[in-house]
């Protein structure tokens, strides 16, 4: 009913961070694309299977040490019905491993559209009596604009099948104030969606103190992102703009509480673009991940409380 | 750059209204499901193979009348990625039956990522070379919660590719007045957003008035979809709600101008399922689809002044 599935994957890894996997295809190394080239010519196919191996390599290096992967549905859809079949293929694979899955959909509807969303990435679907699991997420992140009538068929799913979601509260984004920092009643906007987050979390309630609706807060605005987590004790957050958006260990670290728990912070090209930063032969790429997966750890352990559920 | 061709594809067919391709595995009539089972199996590919023969149906019965269709993703994506080959195959149907193709996937994101979204559903894509557009549809639902990083990445690929967006500002559901309908220095959080469209719309200016940012506003808020009619002059209104969710024709009438335009109607159960509230056979599933889309139009027709541009 919760995201303890995560806290675990972090306690037992030591580490509160996530990769993201958003392989543009300029991402991918040249090797791969021109297997996939030679073999599928220049198509879709060809593209969505070099993403495909791109992030296998990835996680293959990264499961035993990052309880995470969050694939941003962007990147698959951007390569058509052939990059959606690599984002389920993805997800099963990082399953397959043990990773936690978090579908990085900001996906946002109402009613019955909402619980095709919901049983599309959290649930499942029948066929003629056959169970099946279209996109197997275990977590899904979901734009709260059009209130509750949005979320709340998502409960029912995450209820159902022990998932979790992650609403949009303060994003990374310079523009994010335009409308999130707005004053409504002497509170922001985006301090009136965390707490519709801890409302909605009542549903959902999880063994450590987190409920199953999470929220993402940027880690580009540090202090709302510290009086956040004071003001939201159980809602869990899903901390993005680290690294390559300009955020640091330090600006990260007001997320997590005493137990070093509170927060995943995300990291998509820091992890994925390592090989090209470092300079390394690109048939490394795999080897570049690891290693700036374990600084970030680094980084970041070394900020806030030890790590216990 | 604009909305341009959706406003002259209304003035054509007299009609300004748009069908909902929303189907649902139960919506679809049993002898078009008990073909694709019998042929595919219980898979994926059989659902998708029945959305797919619906959808033609209802486009070739539809086409010379109704100026548009709105596939919604969630009921697409929640057939994996094999639903997802429908939503793109329907997509390519309807532009080779000359319909205006309104994607409704409420997408957001920031930056590079929505570049991706715009890439994927408004735009193309380069493999090698070879261009490619995924999603090939003509306008996008988005939700602006992310502010301006999350819109602008669109207003390029439209620019480019001649295309448009509708943001969403008042939606249809119960629960939109949560955050919506809460103040912000004297105005409602959906004025504001409403007043975004207006200025993000100044970068798509169109032929006869309208920019290629839209607006959705729900049926079910008549009063304020009169009121934002008169305060938002360049934005074109999507309007869902009525029918299923209880909005009828006098409730759209203040959506519209002087020159009958200003708006398109949304009917998704209304159209596809009227074969199921007509009692006819369901092998006339796309008869009764077009008499409900003609009865439709002819309710809001006479309500609002005489179509033109």
């Not at 010519?41 to 990835?58: C, D, I, S, W, Y």
């Not at 209130?147 to 994010?176: M, R, Y």
Request: aromatic share 10%; glycine share 12%; net charge negative.
């Amino acid at each position: 009913m919760s995201l303890d599935r995560l806290l675990e994957k972090i306690a037992e890894t030591q580490n509160p961070t996530v990769a993201g996997l958003d392989p543009k295809l300029d991402y991918v190394p040249e090797y791969i694309r021109h297997e996939c080239f030679a073999r599928y010519g220049n198509t879709l196919e060809a593209a969505a299977q070099a993403l495909l191996l791109f992030n296998k390599g990835l996680i293959d290096a990264l499961y035993d040490i990052v309880p995470a992967v969050k694939p941003q549905c962007a990147y698959y859809e951007m390569y058509g019905w052939q990059g959606m079949k690599a984002l389920a293929e993805t997800m099963e694979y990082a399953h397959q491993k043990g990773m936690f899955v978090i579908t990085d959909g900001k996906r946002n509807d109402i009613g019955t559209t909402m619980e095709a969303y919901a049983a599309g990435h959290l649930g499942s679907i029948e066929i003629n009596g056959q169970t099946i699991h279209p996109f197997p997420g275990d977590a899904l992140t979901v734009n709260g604009y059009l209130g509750s009538d949005g979320i709340n068929p998502l409960l029912k799913t995450c209820q159902a099948e022990n998932k979790g979601v992650f609403v949009l509260v303060k994003t990374s984004n310079p523009s994010s104030g335009e409308l999130q920092d707005r004053m409504m009643d002497g509170k922001t906007v985006y301090q009136v969606m965390g707490e519709r987050c801890e409302a909605w979390g009542e549903a959902l309630p999880g063994k450590y103190g987190y409920s199953g609706v999470g929220a993402v807060v940027g880690a580009t605005y540090p202090k709302q992102l510290e009086r956040l987590r004071g003001s939201l004790p159980h809602t869990f957050f899903l901390v993005p703009g680290y690294g390559a958006q300009g955020g640091g260990a330090w600006d990260v670290a007001g997320a997590f509480d005493r137990n070093g728990m509170g927060a995943v912070v995300n990291s998509s090209r820091g992890i994925m673009c390592a090989y090209q930063k470092e300079g390394c032969p690109e048939t490394d790429f795999a080897g570049a991940a690891r290693r700036e997966a374990l600084r970030m750890k680094a980084d970041i352990t070394g900020k806030i409380a030890p790590i216990r559920l």
